[in-house]
C-alpha cells in the first residue's frame, strides 16, 4: 500500500516533469500563452509528488516493511529506529530518490518565488531543470526502483554495512546531495540563459545564492566525509585520495571557480563565457559524482553498491547531460560577448588566474581518478595514488594560494602592485618567517614546509581586506569571504601540521604497561568485553596525560557486527586545542591479542597528531564564510527589491 | 572406470571438505612479527613508513598497505619492515614487490608505456593555463 502510493506519486511527478519540459518548451517558440502559464504550476506540483513519494520510503524503512526489495536488502528490524531511516538513503536506489526530490523541491522553491529574470529565460530554465530530472525518473522507474516488492517476504532483513551505522556517516551523502543538486539549479540557469541570450550580472546575482548553498553543503560534506574516515577507519589518515573522494572534491573545485567567476559577472558584467562554461562543468562533475560513485565503476573503500547492470543506463545518461551541454555551450558561445574587459593586476585578473588554476587541478584530479579504469578496460592495472595527487597538484596549488592572498588587496578593472606594496611585503614576510621556522624545526618535507608557509601568510592576508575599515559597516558577503579565505588558511594548516609533525607508536601491551607517543604517555588499564544492540566487542580502557598532566581516559572498541558480520575498529580521540591523540586497540581476532607464557598482550596503536583538527575546523569555517555570503547576498537583493517596490509605489502616487 | 570415478569424485569432495578448515588457518595464523610492530630505529621506521604509505593494499579497496588491517598489508608491513631493516633502499624494496606483484601495487607511478599520459597531461595543462592567461590577461590592457 505505503510502496504503492510511493511508486505513484513517483510516475505523477515524471509524468509533471515531462509536462514542465514540454510546456516551457512551447513557450519558447510563440511567447507562450497558455502553456507559459503551465510551467510553474507543473514545477511546484513535481516537487510535492516527489517530496511525497520519499516520505513514503521514509515510512517503509521506519515500519521495516519486508515486502519491498529494498529494505529487505538494507535494513534489519533491529536496528535502532535513526538508523532505520537514515537506511532510506544509504543504498543506491535511496539516495538517487533523496537526490531528485531535493531537485524537484528547488525546483518549486524558484518556480514560487524567483522573478527577477526575464519570464522566457525562467521558463528555458525550468524546462532544462525538467530536462535534468526526467532523466533520474527513468533511471529510477526503470533500472533502480527504490518501490520494487518481494513476491515473498523474508523474515527479516541482510541489515545496512555496519561502516554506515554512524550519525555522521548518515548525514554525509545526502549533504553532498544538496551540494550537487544546487550545482544542477545552477546548470539550468545557466541553460535557461544561454537559450534565451541572457547572460548578464542579473542572471548571476539569481544563480549566485544556489551555488554559495551548493559550495555551503559541498564543504561540510567532504569535511564531514574527511572526519568519518579519520575516525572510522582507524589508521588516522583523512584523505585517501581514493576515488569516491575524489568524485567530491572534483565539484567543490568546479563549484569554487564558478562562484567567483559569477561573482565576477554580478559584479563587473565580465567572464560571460566563462561562468557559463563553469557552470555547464560544476554539474558534469556532479553528475559524475553521484553516477559514478553509486554504480561501483569506482571500487573503493565507499563503493558499497556494487552493481555493474546499471552501467549502460548511467553512462547513456552522462552522455546525454554533459555531452548536450557542451554541445549547447559550443553552438551558443559564439554569441556570449566575454563583457567588460580589464587589466592583468586587477582583482577580475587574480580571479581568472585562479579559476585557471582551479580548473588545471580538477583536470589533475580527473584525470589521476579516471585514468586507471581507461586502462584497467585495456587489461592493465596502474595505481594512482598521493604520491602523484600531492606533487602534481602543488604546481598549480601553490601559485593559486599565494594569488589568492594578494587577489582580494586589488581594486577592480586596473590596480598596480605599487599600491599595495606595504601589505604584499608583510605577507612575503610572515610567508619566508613561518618557513625559517618549520625548516628550523627541522624534519620537514617540502610540500608540508609550502603548507606551513603559506598557511601563515594566507591567514594573514585574508584578515587585510578589514584593514582601515569600520567592522561594523563591513558587508556580510566581505566577512563572508575574509571568513571563507580565513578557513583555507586554517585547513592548510591543519593539513601540513599533520603530515610533517605527527608521532606514530605501535606495541603490544599487556595491562599496566606504558607507551609513550609524542607529548603523551598512555597506559592500559584493562580489557573488557562490551555489546551493543547489533554488535559485540571488547573495549580497551586507556588512561593517557599529556606532559604528565591530568589523566583522560579512552575507551577504544574492536566490534563485531552479526548483521551483516563485519568487524570495525571504534578509535578512541583525546583532543586538545593543540591536536589530538588517536587510540585503537587491536581486533578481537589473533590480530589483537598475543599470549606469551600468562601475560595476554594487546594490540595498540597510538598517533600523536598535532593540529589535525584544523583540518575540519578549516573546513567549518569556509562553509561557515560562504553561508555568511549567501545570508548577505539575499538580505541585501531582499532589501533592493523592497526599495524597488517602494519607489515604483510612490512613483504610481505622483502620477495619481 | 567406474569405481575411478567414484574415488576421483569422493577426493574432490574431501579435497572441497577441506577447503574452509585450510582457509581458516590460514585466517587464524598470528600475523607475520613485524606486521604491527615498528622498527626500532626511528629513521628506518619513518623510512619504512613513508614506503608503506605509497603501497597499495591488493587486496582492499583503494587504501595503502599503512592503512589496512588485512592480513594482506600486514604480511606486506612485516616485508618492508624487515627488509628496511636489513638495509635495503626504499625503491629496491618497491621494484621488487612491483616484480612480484606488477604495478597496480604501487601507488606512485612511474612513467612508461602505459603511464606517460598522467605525465604529459599536467604538462600539457601548464602550457594550456600559460596561453590562457597570457591571451586574457596581456590582450586586456
Known sequence: ?656 | MRGGGILAALAALAALALVPVLAAAQQDMPPAPYAYRQLDDPAQEAEAQALMETLRCLKCQSQSIADSDAPMAGDMRHQVRTRIAAGEEPEEIRAWLVRRYGDYVSYAPVIGETTWPLFAVPLALLLVAGAILWRRLRGAR
Open chain 1, 1 to 656: 500500500m505505503i510502496a504503492g502510493l510511493g511508486l505513484a506519486a513517483l510516475w505523477l511527478a515524471a509524468a509533471l516533469a515531462a509536462l514542465q519540459l514540454y510546456a516551457g518548451a512551447m513557450a519558447q517558440r510563440d511567447g507562450g500563452g497558455a502553456a507559459a502559464a503551465l510551467v510553474r504550476p507543473a514545477a511546484v506540483v513535481q516537487g510535492l509528488a516527489c517530496a511525497f513519494a520519499f516520505v513514503m520510503l521514509l515510512w517503509l524503512f521506519a515500519v521495516t516493511d519486508l515486502s519491498v526489495k529494498l529494505v529487505a536488502t538494507n535494513s534489519h528490524s533491529a536496528k535502532p529506529l535513526i538508523y532505520k531511516l537514515t537506511g532510506a538513503w544509504g543504498n543506491h536506489e535511496g539516495s538517487m530518490l533523496l537526490w531528485v526530490a531535493v531537485m524537484a523541491l528547488s525546483g518549486s522553491l524558484i518556480a514560487l518565488v524567483e522573478r527577477r529574470l526575464p519570464e522566457r529565460t525562467m521558463l528555458a530554465t525550468l524546462a532544462a531543470q525538467a530536462f535534468v530530472g526526467l532523466g533520474f525518473y527513468a533511471f529510477l522507474i526503470f533500472s533502480s526502483n527504490p518501490f520494487e516488492r518481494l513476491p515473498q517476504p523474508p523474515a527479516e532483513g541482510l541489515g545496512l554495512n555496519p561502516l554506515l551505522q554512524d550519525i555522521g556517516l548518515a548525514l554525509h551523502p545526502p549533504t553532498l546531495y544538496f551540494g550537487y543538486v544546487g550545482l544542477s539549479v545552477a546548470f539550468s540557469f545557466a541553460v535557461g540563459a544561454l537559450l534565451t541570450r541572457q547572460v548578464t550580472p542579473e542572471f548571476a546575482r539569481v544563480m549566485r545564492p544556489w551555488v554559495l548553498g551548493a559550495w555551503v553543503f559541498l564543504t561540510l560534506g567532504i569535511t564531514a566525509g574527511s572526519y568519518w574516515a579519520y575516525y572510522e577507519l582507524g589508521w588516522g589518515g583523512w584523505w585517501f585520495w581514493d576515488p569516491v573522494e575524489n568524485a567530491s572534491l572534483m565539484p567543490w573545485l568546479a563549484a569554487t571557480a564558478l562562484l567567483h567567476s559569477a561573482s565576477v559577472l554580478a559584479a563587473r558584467d565580465a567572464l560571460r563565457a566563462w561562468t557559463i562554461m563553469l557552470g555547464v562543468v560544476a554539474f558534469s562533475m556532479s553528475m559524475l559524482g553521484t553516477f559514478l560513485v553509486r554504480s561501483g565503476i569506482l571500487t573503493s573503500v565507499h563503493a558499497f553498491a556494487v552493481d555493474p547492470q546499471r552501467g549502460a543506463f548511467i553512462l547513456v545518461l552522462l552522455a546525454l547531460y554533459i555531452g548536450g551541454a557542451l554541445a549547447l555551450f559550443a553552438l551558443r558561445a559564439g554569441s556570449v560577448s566575454e563583457g567588460q574587459r580589464f587589466a592583468a593586476t586587477s582583482r577580475e585578473g587574480a580571479l581568472v588566474f585562479n579559476n585557471v588554476m582551479l580548473s588545471a587541478i580538477l583536470a589533475i584530479v580527473l584525470l589521476g581518478t579516471l585514468y586507471p579504469l581507461l586502462t584497467e578496460a585495456f587489461d592493465v592495472r596502474v595505481s594512482v595514488g598521493p604520491p602523484y595527487f600531492n606533487p602534481v597538484g602543488a604546481i598549480f596549488a601553490v601559485p593559486m594560494l599565494l594569488v589568492m592572498a594578494v587577489g582580494p588587496l586589488l581594486r577592480w578593472r586596473r590596480d598596480s602592485i605599487a599600491r599595495i606594496q606595504r601589505p604584499v611585503v608583510l605577507i612575503g614576510v610572515i610567508l619566508l618567517a613561518a618557513a625559517a621556522a618549520a625548516l628550523a624545526i627541522g624534519g620537514v618535507d617540502l610540500l608540508p614546509l609550502l603548507g606551513l608557509a603559506l598557511s601563515a601568510a594566507l591567514a594573514l592576508a585574508s584578515l587585510m581586506p578589514l584593514r582601515r575599515r569600520r567592522l561594523h559597516r563591513v558587508p556580510l558577503s566581505v566577512w563572508g569571504m575574509v571568513v571563507a579565505h580565513f578557513g583555507l588558511a586554517v585547513a592548510v594548516f591543519g593539513m601540513a601540521s599533520e603530515t610533517a609533525f605527527s608521532d606514530e607508536r605501535l606495541a603490544a601491551v599487556a595491562p599496566g604497561e606504558t607507551v609513550r607517543v609524542g607529548p603523551w604517555s598512555v597506559t592500559l588499564a584493562e580489557v573488557l568485553p562490551n555489546a551493543g544492540p547489533n554488535w559485540t566487542a571488547i573495549e580497551g580502557h586507556l588512561v593517557a596525560s599529556y606532559r604528565d598532566g591530568d589523566p583522560v581516559a579512552l575507551d577504544p572498541q574492536s566490534r563485531s557486527f552479526w548483521a551483516p558480520v563485519q568487524e570495525t575498529t571504534e578509535s578512541a580521540l583525546a583532543t586538545r586545542w593543540n591536536g589530538q591523540l588517536y587510540a585503537v586497540v587491536g581486533t578481537a581476532g589473533d590480530v589483537g591479542a598475543v599470549t606469551e607464557g600468562d601475560v595476554r598482550r594487546w594490540q595498540l596503536r597510538l598517533w600523536w597528531k598535532p593540529f589535525v583538527t584544523f583540518i575540519w575546523y578549516g573546513g567549518i569555517l569556509v562553509a561557515l564564510g560562504s553561508a555568511l555570503a549567501l545570508v548577505g547576498r539575499v538580505a541585501a537583493d531582499v532589501k533592493r527589491r523592497t526599495v524597488r517596490a517602494r519607489a515604483a509605489e510612490r512613483r504610481a502616487e505622483v502620477i495619481e
